[in-house]
């Protein structure tokens, strides 16, 4: 067995990876395995992850299963991978049902199965259970800047929270943050003593539309901090239904946004996340798929802002937006939003604006509860379009624009 040779061949599959040549770190991972003359756990799991990334959700599991035989893992980190890549197929029962096989209580099995509750529609559990893990874990998504800032006060533990001060830090990514705004409301009827702490201009936005709410001040005494995904548990409001248009765009923002976009019919388009997601590469949309659609209708306007690219035919405004004020009137003042996953579209969702929204099978939270071409029961405005297979656009793409008024 010439083991430099294997060593060599390993190491240049890997680069391959790394550099997105899935195909070519497929094809070196197979001369390994000619070389080698038998299956080896590592040739199998490497294959599985290749096969994700070329979009072939069903070769992935065989590879994985393969994998799994042979070293007879139960850990939560590969049980997860497992499940992970039957969700990638549409599998999602299947999905759940390796997720609740994991044999010990983490974080990352209570994290898991909460998306499945959500799914179902199940959403007192769900918010339970995902809280359930976040225990397990110690975990917090709240970036270390926002810790770093956290009050010394406690934080909140199911105390009762009429009259007492808070200080509620956003948690998660931006889409996140707007998410579970529409508790705010909520919260400041059980206290009118509410100051919001984040790293980003959501806060302005929030403020604005509600008033009472205060910007956090590092001098100020709390009796507790809460993050704001444990919003629902603290106020026992569970149901996220019927919250379409909880936030609305700063007037004076329109105005100013109406002196620089073009007249006519325009479409906003954000077509990619936030790069530093892991799995941001399986909703990356192809913009000539909603280019070829929306040109003859009307103006494209580019609200991605997460990427630098501009294709032809996208009017690029992004140098212009300096915050959510900006972004939030630019996308009130489209007459349709089409984005991928992201904080665009829960943003344009938390506005009212009218939307389509293009996913992944196993697709977010939010979106995950409501079957393909139905309205979101997060956001009645947006209108969700899941792909059948993972990463193929141009079928789902295609059928949405037969529903959809220009």
């Given at each position: 067995?010439?083991?430099?040779a294997i060593q060599a061949s390993d190491r240049l599959a ?134 770093h800032q956290l009050p010394t006060c406690a934080r909140w ?122 799995e941001n590469y399986f909703r990356n949309i192809d913009i ?119």
């Open positions: 067995m010439n083991l430099d890997c680069e391959h990876y790394q550099q997105g040549r899935f195909l070519q770190s497929l094809e070196q991972n197979y001369r390994t395995l000619a070389i080698l003359g038998h299956v080896t756990a590592s040739i199998s799991k490497n294959s599985a992850a290749c096969y994700s990334r070329m979009f072939e959700p069903h070769q992935a599991i065989s590879w994985f299963t393969k994998y799994l035989d042979i070293t007879g893992s139960q850990t939560a980190e590969d049980l997860r991978q497992h499940a992970g890549y039957h969700a990638q197929a549409g599998l999602l029962d299947q999905a759940q049902d390796i997720v609740a096989s994991v044999p010990h209580a983490c974080f990352e099995k209570y994290h898991d199965l909460s998306l499945h509750l959500f799914r179902k529609c199940q959403w007192q559990q769900a918010f339970e259970t995902l809280s359930l893990g976040k225990q397990l874990g110690n975990n917090l998504w709240i970036g270390e800047n926002r810790w533990q199911g105390q009762a929270l009429a009259n007492k001060k808070i200080c509620l830090v956003g948690e998660c990514g931006l889409g996140d943050e707007l998410i579970f705004a529409r508790w705010i409301p909520q919260l400041l009827q059980e206290t009118q003593q509410v100051f919001y702490l984040t790293d980003n201009s959501l806060v302005d936005v929030f403020c604005h539309n509600w008033p009472l709410l205060g910007i956090h001040d590092p001098h100020q005494q709390y009796d507790f901090w809460l993050p704001t995904m444990d919003l629902p548990l603290a106020l026992r409001s569970y149901d996220p239904q019927g919250q379409g248009g909880y936030i609305q765009p700063h007037a004076d923002y329109q105005d100013k946004w109406r002196q620089v976009l073009p007249p006519g019919k325009l479409f906003a388009v954000n077509w990619t996340g936030s790069q530093n997601y892991s000539n798929l909603l280019v070829k659609y929306l040109a003859p209708h009307g103006t494209l306007i580019n609200v991605c802002m997460e990427t630098p690219d501009n294709p032809p035919g996208v009017i690029d405004i992004r140098p212009f937006i300096k915050s959510w004020q900006d972004t939030l009137a630019v996308l009130s003042l489209c007459n349709r939003v089409f984005s991928s996953c992201s904080s665009v579209a829960h943003a344009a969702g938390a506005i009212g604006q009218a939307t389509s929204v293009y996913m992944r099978p196993d697709d977010y939270f939010t979106w995950n509860s409501t079957p393909s071409g139905h309205s979101c029961l997060w956001h009645s405005s947006a209108t969700v379009w899941r792909t059948k297979k993972i990463g193929h656009w141009q079928d789902i793409i295609d059928e949405s624009f037969k529903h959809t008024s220009l």
